[in-house]
C-alpha cells in the first residue's frame, strides 16, 4: 500500500511538471503575439470577466482572439495546478499516516 501511495504522488508531481511546461508553451505563444501588439492587462482582469470586456476588449478590438485564448489558458493552467496541488497534499497526507502505522 506504501509503495503504491508513493507511486501515485511521484505520479501526480511528474503530471504536474507537464502541465506547467505544456501550458507554459501554449501560454507563451500567445503572451508573445500580445507583447508584440503592445497589449496590456493585469490579473484582475484575468479573473473579471467583465472588467476584462469593458477595460481591455474595448482597447484592443482586433487582439480580442488572442487575449481570450490567454486567458482561457491562464485560467485552465490555475485550476490544473490547483487540483493536482491538492492531490498530492492529499497523498501525502495519507502517506504520512501509513508511516506511522
Known sequence: MY???ISIVLGLFIAMLFVNIYFRVRVFK???ILVENRVEF????IFNAEKMEREVYSKYPEQKKNIS???RHMRYSIKMATVLIVLITLFGAILMY????
Open 3 to 5: 509503495v503504491l501511495l
Open 30 to 32: 500567445v503572451y508573445k
Open 42 to 45: 493585469g490579473a484582475a482582469h
Open 69 to 71: 485564448i490567454f486567458v
Open 98 to 101: 501509513y508511516r506511522d502505522l
